[in-house]
């Protein structure tokens, strides 16, 4: 059986602590990513979105920090082989700080990379901290209000469909996936910002 099979099973049986702690496994490293999302719109049918949100933000943010530490104890390493892309984000967070930690925290944007990153600039750990915080205690509200009001009909709609009608839905998903991780996205928020 697998560890997130396990966590899930604990989740399911435990309720809020048990998501809190699948949610602190599930981002404690960016080396092991395990999907959250899905858990936590299922249990929106049976337990309280909020407290879903609440317990599973705070699990989250923790588990994310793991990032932030790996970036300060590797600075040195890191700014030698990725020193355009840090220069690239300490600019950015020049301007916009906090905020860009909660849109990461909030989306499906990379938030460990830019934790690993934060660590590296030795950003303000409270302000870093808070910001993922809300983020991702507001995301996870909002998965599990979803799966409160459209689990039912989301479950019958995919259950209704054959192997072949999921795989036709899944190729675009496959194909805009590859496609954005193959972007070297410095490069272009780089040109974009020469242009402004």
Request: charge should be negative.
């Amino acid at each position: 059986m697998s560890i997130w099979v396990w966590l899930e099973g604990l989740a399911y049986s435990y309720g809020y602590p048990g998501v809190f702690l699948l949610a602190l496994m599930c981002n404690l490293t960016f080396f092991l990513p395990a999907p959250l999302v899905v858990p936590i719109y299922a249990m929106g049918v049976t337990h309280s979105p909020l407290l879903l949100g609440l317990s599973s933000g705070v699990g989250s943010a923790i588990g994310e920090f793991s990032s932030y530490f790996i970036g300060k104890s590797g600075s040195e390493i890191i700014m030698d082989r990725y020193g355009r892309q840090v220069d690239f984000t300490r600019r950015l967070l020049e301007r916009h700080g906090a905020f860009l930690v909660f849109l990461f925290a909030l989306t499906p944007l990379p938030d460990d990379l830019l934790l690993v990153t934060y660590g590296v600039i030795n950003y303000d750990l409270r302000k870093a901290f808070s910001a993922m915080l809300l983020g991702k205690i507001l995301m996870n509200a909002i998965v599990a209000y979803a799966g409160k009001y459209s689990f039912e009909f989301v479950w019958g709609s995919v259950v209704s469909l054959s192997l072949f009608q999921l795989l036709l839905l899944g190729i675009p998903v496959v194909v805009v996936a590859a496609y954005l991780m193959r972007q070297d996205w410095t490069d272009l928020l780089l040109r974009l910002e020469d242009e402004e």
